[in-house]
């Protein structure tokens, strides 16, 4: 009888540990990097002065658009086409920050959807009426619709200037304030959310499970490299997955010498967040290649860290080199252009097999047994 | 010796801790079929999926679709019979094969604790593990004139083999831990351990290193130890409570799922069957099991000495290729770990980290076309990573493409793979040759000769 006691004792003690564990949200982190502080980095000195800036962008295009609304000439086209330039730069640079607010809002759906539809557009402005938070709006609104309704509407400025002239113009006009207001909405709704404490839940949440911070943002992290920057902005239009050039698909079709610097700046804030640099440059944090560097991550006697960066210098390198984006894709096929994406590419296995395999985090978590 | 062998096979003994053993093992199999049911896993994995990798010679199984929940069910109900003896042999036949069907339709959710469990049914179809303590028992025995049914009293050899099986487990589990990454290295422990910092208590110690070492010399130790210390009386109770630190230990750091609490139980036949018989005295009293059945003094004869025969053959086989079948990837060039030729239904458990990144890239040999796949256009997340780094699966599915593209339109299409794979915190570096079109390549046991060459040593077993 003791045995059986001892036995129904022993495992009494292997429900009670086992259980325990599935719910603990520890908020004491010791392990030896500090998560914490790395999620703070990100929230602090890059996401949330990330969004301050784009936001700001943002507030001065609606500025440049309604004076250009209010007084379509050349000039005022010019300004609202800079702005809109600007913006859309700045937004490379939070564009991989879908977690959280963004990711509930869709931000990156709802504002960069890109090969715009511009039959979409052409029909929502002739029927006048238009819910732009549909989902089937999503491809005739936000930054590529701007481009369309700015830069490719008529053949010449002075076409498009006339296009939004007049009575006549009038649909135009409106459809073009609501997109722009549009984008002005969903960026506010992310920045307050971040600012009025979803700072604090991500920052919070350093635990070391899959919906853990980190974990999930790195998940989004790598999913923005690999699919949005690596394959929309360069690998679907190069045809690397459909055998032929689309170089109607490329990232900013109709302001065509833009592409190039929309990936650069995309893929500069990408290093730049690996490395944990502050937004306004000025300083550098704990960051992901600091967490290599704490686990001690050597490969052939170089760090990981290394490698990673190395690989990033090269692939802008090898892009820089490259002449704009939609000359590049005239050529077939695009050999310069294919080969400046492997060099990307190669950047996708170091990212999504080597780091994460370092620092044990799953990527897309399957909730499944091991053994 | 043939005297000693002999007397041996004729040895019997109390029937009471296979009894246990059974109704354990059929509970455990009931909570872990409800546990998967009710995690959504039936729709996730067989379901769901349009496409399933199959393991070599079981290509014919295939989904049952919405059916598998029917087939859940069985599996299910089963093991529930099982654990009260009813219809014992048709039942644990009946769980035998509908768990194997449900680990046989795809490959990728392969886990050694499925496969062990695979073993054990089948093995606990020649066992008498429904002639004591059961339902059939009692049903016997209120139809009278069946002897057979009552007995308290079972061949010896039947409960050694459930002991050797175990210990065959550990021991194996052990030996594959004998490498130079995990002795010499702490590889892949001191990858995980950091990572689970948040474990209560304990986590603030794992980015040290000598817990890394620790956890690596024990486990290995530990794997090779604990059969003999189970098995020496002296010793038993500390190797219980051991057996139980252990696993409640893998439970808290890595998702295992059921198997601590499986391997907890089963270790319970090693005692003696005077704890087995008090569990059965207790269980009997809740249940008012006839008391007189347990208490008999007859001996449990198989039906007839034939069958008894055959029992004894099969069991034996089945030890034997528990010894012999994980020696097999001996017969296979390279380094185990990177080929992973010869690495399934080998006990190795945990033993390594290892993932990739696999790209496939389709060749229109006449048109001179070529494109890359996205991979989840065809696969769940789960089975793309697991195909990214296992040579068997990426042939399946290169071969999967090669038919995919073929009906749509391409007369013959080459398919080419490009993979990079990490192991054991090692840069990752191309897996498979890039240039061999991997259409044309045939699935055999045969060493994969576009695996490309690891260019490191792991030495050890």
């Not at chain 2, 409800?34 to 199984?61: A, Q, S, T």
């Not at chain 2, 390279?334 to 945990?350: A, H, K």
């Not at chain 2, 068997?392 to 793979?417: P, Q, S, W």
Request: with cysteine.
């Amino acid at each position: 009888m003791k045995k059986i006691v001892f036995v129904l004792f022993l495992i009494g003690v292997m429900v009670a540990c086992s259980t325990s564990d599935d719910s603990s949200q520890d908020d004491e982190n010791t392990g030896d990097f500090d998560r914490s502080a790395m999620l703070a980095n990100w929230a602090d000195n890059i996401i949330l002065p990330g969004y301050a800036d784009f936001s700001s962008e943002v507030d001065e295009m609606e500025l440049a658009m309604t004076d250009f609304t209010n007084t379509p000439n050349l000039e005022n086209l010019n300004a609202l086409r800079t702005a809109w330039q600007e913006a859309y730069v700045i937004w490379q640079r939070v564009s991989m920050f879908e977690v959280g607010p963004a990711e509930t809002n869709g931000l990156r759906l709802n504002l960069n959807i890109y090969p715009t539809n511009t039959e979409q557009i052409t029909q929502n402005i002739e029927d006048g009426t238009y819910n732009l938070s549909l989902s089937s709006n999503r491809s005739a609104k936000g930054f590529p619709a701007l481009d369309y309704l700015l830069f490719g509407i008529e053949s010449t400025d002075q076409g498009i200037v006339d296009r939004y002239a007049g009575t006549n113009g009038e649909e135009e006009r409106n459809y073009l304030t609501d997109i722009v207001v549009d984008i002005r909405v969903l960026t506010e709704e992310v920045k307050d959310a971040w600012a009025n404490g979803y700072r604090d839940t991500f920052v919070n949440n350093d635990g070391a499970s899959a919906t853990a911070s980190v974990d999930r943002f790195v998940n989004d992290y790598i999913f923005y490299f690999e699919k949005h920057l690596r394959a929309g902005k360069m690998g679907i239009p190069a045809g690397v997955f459909s055998g032929t050039p689309i170089p109607e698909s490329i990232e900013a079709f109709y302001k065509a010498d833009l592409s190039k610097t929309l990936f650069l700046e995309g893929l500069q804030a990408s290093q730049n967040f690996f490395n944990g640099r502050h937004y306004d440059g000025n300083g550098q944090g704990e960051s992901l290649s600091s967490y290599l560097d704490e686990l001690d991550t050597m490969k052939n006697g170089e760090s990981l860290k290394t490698i990673i960066n190395d690989q990033f210098d090269l692939a802008r390198t090898s892009v820089m080199s490259l002449s704009n984006f939609s000359e590049e894709l005239n050529q077939t096929p695009p050999i310069q252009f294919l080969e400046a994406y492997d060099e990307v590419q190669r950047a996708v296995p170091l990212l999504k097999v080597d780091m994460v395999s370092a620092m044990s985090i799953a990527i897309d978590f399957v909730d499944a047994d091991g053994d | 010796m043939k005297s000693k062998l002999s007397s041996y096979l004729n040895e019997y003994t109390e029937a009471a801790p296979l009894a246990v053993f059974r109704i354990l093992f059929g509970l455990m199999m009931v909570i872990s079929m409800v546990r998967f049911w009710m995690n959504g896993w039936i729709e996730k994995l067989y379901i769901h999926p349009d496409f399933h990798f199959k393991f070599y010679g079981f290509e014919w199984v295939q989904s049952l679709g919405v059916y598998t929940y029917v087939l859940f069910f069985i599996c299910g109900l089963s093991a529930l019979f099982v654990a009260v003896g009813f219809k014992y042999r048709w039942s644990v036949s009946i769980f035998f094969l509908s768990f194997t069907y449900i680990e046989l339709i795809d490959k990728t959710t392969y886990l050694n604790h499925y496969y062990f469990i695979s073993v054990l049914a089948f093995l606990l179809i020649f066992l008498p593990a429904g002639a004591y303590f059961s339902v059939d028992a009692v049903r016997a025995y209120k139809k009278q004139g069946d002897p057979s049914m009552s007995g308290d009293l079972i061949p010896k050899w039947t409960i050694d083999s459930l002991k050797v099986l175990l210990s065959v487990v550990y021991i194996y589990a052990g030996l594959a831990k004998l490498n130079s990454d995990w002795l010499i290295e702490a590889l892949p422990l001191k990858i995980w351990l950091p990572s689970k910092f948040d474990t209560p208590l304990i986590g603030s110690m794992f980015g040290q290193p000598w817990i890394h070492y620790l956890f690596s010399w024990f486990g290995a130790a530990y794997d090779l130890c604990i059969p003999f210390l189970l098995l020496y009386k002296r010793t038993r109770i500390f190797a219980f409570v051991l057996v139980v630190v252990f696993h409640v230990l893998t439970r808290v750091l890595f998702p295992i799922g059921m198997f601590p609490y499986i391997m907890i139980v089963s270790a319970l036949i090693f005692f003696d069957a005077g704890f087995h018989k008090r569990i059965v005295l207790f269980l009997s009293s809740l249940f008012r099991y006839p008391l007189e059945l347990l208490e008999s003094n007859k001996k449990k004869q198989l039906i007839n000495l034939g069958k008894q025969r055959i029992a004894l053959f099969v069991t034996a086989a089945l030890l034997f290729f528990q010894l012999v079948f994980p020696w097999r990837y001996l017969l296979y060039p390279g380094e185990l770990f990177w080929t992973e030729e010869g690495y399934r239904f080998s006990w190795r458990v945990m033993l390594m980290e290892k993932s990739g990144y696999a790209q496939f890239k389709i060749v229109d040999p006449e048109t001179g076309k070529r494109f890359y796949v996205d991979n989840s256009d065809f696969l769940t997340p789960f089975q793309e990573k697991q195909m990214s780094f296992q040579p068997d699966f990426i042939l399946e599915y290169a071969h999967y493409l090669c038919n995919h593209f073929t009906k749509k339109g391409h007369r013959r299409v080459e398919v080419y793979a490009e993979v990079q794979v990490a192991l054991n915190g090692r840069l990752s570096r191309a897996y498979i040759d890039p240039n061999v079109n991997l259409a044309k390549e045939k699935e055999s046991i045969r060493h994969k000769n576009w695996i490309l060459p690891f260019d490191d040593a792991i030495k050890g077993l």
